[in-house]
């Protein structure tokens, strides 16, 4: 459940980007960043680790007005994509309120994508939360690769990897291009904030 602090009349809500190691999450967030400047009233975190990965999270609140009188800051974070750091992961996930899911579309990378969400499933175990009751949204990056020829999972591969259970909405998406990443994170947004409401009802 969001932070919700009565005092202030304030919700703070928690999106996690999650997902395999360069899979496009940082990208995400930083296309937003830019996007979003003029909003955005703090720095962004990062955190880099010698292979040049995000360690921690990137950390990008912004106002996105009232819901039933109070006033929501949404905070968007990612995980590192490499399994070795997956108790940092786990602890990112901590209170989450809605996930995106991106996933690689390249086809050297489809059993990751797989071993990823299942990942992303154990560790909402842990917090007592399941995969198919939180809001989640899955991006398909890097379908701007197509173009330099690049073998690419078709959307139709990759909604049967990962979206044949969780039936839930999904964008192929261009995280350097900004193709369907606004998209992606209104949909987050818009999904988690219903499922906000129905809570502080």
Do not use: W
Not at 32 to 57: A, P, S
Not at 104 to 124: F, G, T, W, Y
Not at 173 to 190: F, H, L
């Amino acid at each position: 459940m969001a932070f919700v602090n009565p005092k202030r009349k304030e919700v703070q809500v928690k999106i996690v980007y999650y997902g395999p190691g360069r899979g496009g999450k940082t990208t995400n967030l930083e296309y937003v960043y830019q996007k979003f400047n003029e909003r955005i009233k703090t720095e962004m975190v990062t955190i880099k680790t010698h292979g040049d990965r995000t360690l921690f999270f990137d950390f990008l609140p912004f106002d996105i007005g009232k819901v039933n009188g109070y006033d929501v800051k949404i905070q968007l974070y990612t995980v590192p994509g490499q399994v070795k750091y997956n108790a940092t992961r786990r602890l990112v996930l901590r209170g989450v309120d809605g996930i995106v899911f991106v996933a690689d579309s390249m086809s050297v990378r489809r059993e990751k994508n797989i071993i990823s969400l299942k990942n992303l499933q154990e560790n909402l175990a842990n917090y007592k939360k399941s995969i198919f009751k939180i809001p989640i949204v899955l991006q398909y990056n890097k379908s701007d690769l197509d173009e330099q020829g690049i073998p690419l999972l078709t959307f139709e591969t990759l909604e049967k990897d990962l979206n044949s259970k969780l039936k839930t909405p999904s964008f192929k998406a261009s995280a350097i291009e900004g193709t369907n990443v606004v998209q992606t994170m209104k949909k987050i947004i818009s999904l988690t904030m219903a499922s906000i409401v129905k809570e502080l009802r």
